[in-house]
């Protein structure tokens, strides 16, 4: 596919199984339920929106959204703000050009803008101001995101869809504090700070101003939302251009992904294998093994969108599924893995099936470590394919491990954007196969509702008669820690 090559023959999938692979795809009716979604059916039915991050990706002439005009607008004023930011003619309060953004925000506001910035280089010519990415509460997180930093020459970027998420508003009012405490100008915030919501009213409240406010809309999910304002710090680095044509890479993968057969499918195809490898094959999990070092966020921003997306237990029907949905997804960047994990891969008692994603054309001159980078890649598709039946049992390796071999011509915007486009759509597939809604995520809310009380007794010495015995038992060993320093 274009700028991608998808080898699916490590599946080990003969022709009969693909035969009643492409059979269960369509007894699930997926070529109609991908038309449902570029169509903006309401198909996140738990919270009655639709899915059309790829209207975002798609040429203007062609939207089908009703927002395509606003889609065209928001676009441009936020690309229009992004290259001032770069060029230098957006300036701080006192004039002095922004050497460092911030970009604070986690989770879907955070993964996908930091895989593609640390991915992707800046064209030649103006350096454009540094990055950095704030997400964890943790204020080991703060101190270092903003160490060595000058107020007068640092931007903030909040970027929450919600604007309601608590670690993000607790690092983005540490950074107003940072940023007020050391100019002592309130007016300096409209000057440094811009936001990207679907909750204006908030960040204005905030004290964020109106024009540096842009949106995140309602039928685009976190976890989706990469082609979004939220790619404002990939603009800053790669530019209009190369923002166009990351977008302009995941369109080339849309339209295969809508028209090419399910056979020929390379979303589908990745998403029917890993129903097979969870379901039938005993896969414990999934690594996806990075074989380029700027591709190294590429299994953190996975993680989020596989198994926030699909790591559920109830259909869209209401009852319980009866198969695994989700592996866990995990993996590294190679061939560091090969070194510490790839023991496991190879001769675990669990089968792990794997990604293998190589880029063929690297961005240096170091042919001979990118042609040792590229045989270990390949290699070790084979040694896990292949297996070896040493005569000594410990030297055994069973094989038959399942991979799909991913290579990238170059790692241009235009690459990665198919390549994020090939993961979405895959996930989408995996969700309609498995009778799950990928779109919403309400198990992350327990754990929320819990932190406030947990905070407080924290807070007031005063653990509550109904608190869990154990947070109480773990909240007096803190206190009786701290009172001891
Ligand atoms: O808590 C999970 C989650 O809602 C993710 O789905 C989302 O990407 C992340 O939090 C951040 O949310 P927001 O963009 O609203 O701050």
Request: aromatic content about 6%; hydrophobic content about 40%; charged content about 25%.
């Amino acid at each position: 596919m274009g700028p991608l090559l998808v080898e699916f023959s490590r599946q080990g999938i003969n022709k009969e199984t693909l035969a009643a692979l492409v059979e269960l795809a369509q007894e699930s009716e997926l070529p109609d339920a991908v038309e449902a979604q570029f169509r903006g059916d309401r198909i996140n039915t738990t919270e009655d929106r639709a899915v059309l991050h790829t209207a975002l990706r798609t040429p203007a002439h062609e939207r089908p959204a009703s927002d395509a005009d606003a889609i065209e607008r928001e676009q441009r004023r936020m690309l229009d703000f992004a290259e001032a930011l770069r060029l230098g003619e957006r300036v701080g309060h006192t004039g002095r050009l922004i050497r460092t953004l911030v970009h604070i925000g986690i989770g879907g506001s955070y993964l996908g803008p930091r895989l593609v910035c640390e991915a992707l280089a800046s064209p030649p010519g103006r350096r454009p101001p540094d990055i950095r990415f704030l997400a964890n509460v943790d204020g080991h997180a703060i101190a270092r995101s903003l160490a060595g930093l000058d107020p007068e020459t640092t931007f903030f970027a909040v970027v929450s869809k919600s604007f309601g998420t608590e670690e993000t508003l607790a690092n983005a009012a540490a950074a107003r504090s940072w940023l007020l405490e050391r100019t002592l100008q309130p007016a300096a915030l409209a000057h440094h700070f811009a936001a990207i919501t679907a909750n204006v009213a908030a960040a204005r409240e905030f004290g964020i101003a109106r024009d540096a406010c842009f949106p995140m809309w309602d039928w685009v999910g976190g976890r989706f939302s990469v082609w979004s304002a939220v790619g404002l710090p990939l603009a800053v680095r790669i530019g209009r251009q190369g923002f166009a044509d990351f977008l302009g890479g995941a369109h080339r993968m849309d339209r295969h992904f809508r028209s090419a057969p399910v056979e020929r499918n390379a979303p589908m195809l990745l998403a029917l294998a890993g129903l097979l490898n969870a379901n039938f094959r005993g896969a414990s999990s999934h690594a996806v093994l990075a074989y380029d070092m700027r591709l190294r966020r590429l299994p953190d921003y996975l993680q989020q969108l596989e198994m926030e997306s699909n790591g559920k237990s109830v259909r869209t029907d209401g009852e319980a599924s009866a198969v695994h949905t989700a592996p866990v997804i995990w993996g590294g960047e190679e061939t560091n893995g090969q070194h510490a994990f790839h023991q496991l891969l190879h001769q675990g008692t669990r089968a792990v099936s794997a990604d293998l994603v190589a880029v063929v054309n690297p961005a240096h001159r170091h042919a001979e470590q990118h042609e040792r980078l590229l045989a270990h890649c390949l290699a070790q598709g084979e040694a896990l394919e292949r297996g070896d039946n040493a005569e000594d049992p410990h030297r055994r390796t069973p094989g038959n491990r399942p991979t799909t071999t991913i290579l990238l011509d170059e790692l241009t915007p235009h690459a990665l954007g198919a390549l994020l486009a090939l993961y979405e759509h895959k996930v989408f597939c995996a969700g309609r196969l498995l009778q799950v809604n990928s779109f919403d995520q309400w198990g992350v809310e327990l754990g929320k509702r819990l932190a406030p009380p947990v905070k407080q007794a924290l807070a007031t010495g005063v653990v509550q008669p109904e608190t869990d015995p154990t947070t109480a038992a773990l909240l007096d060993a803190i206190r009786a820690r701290r009172s001891r320093k």
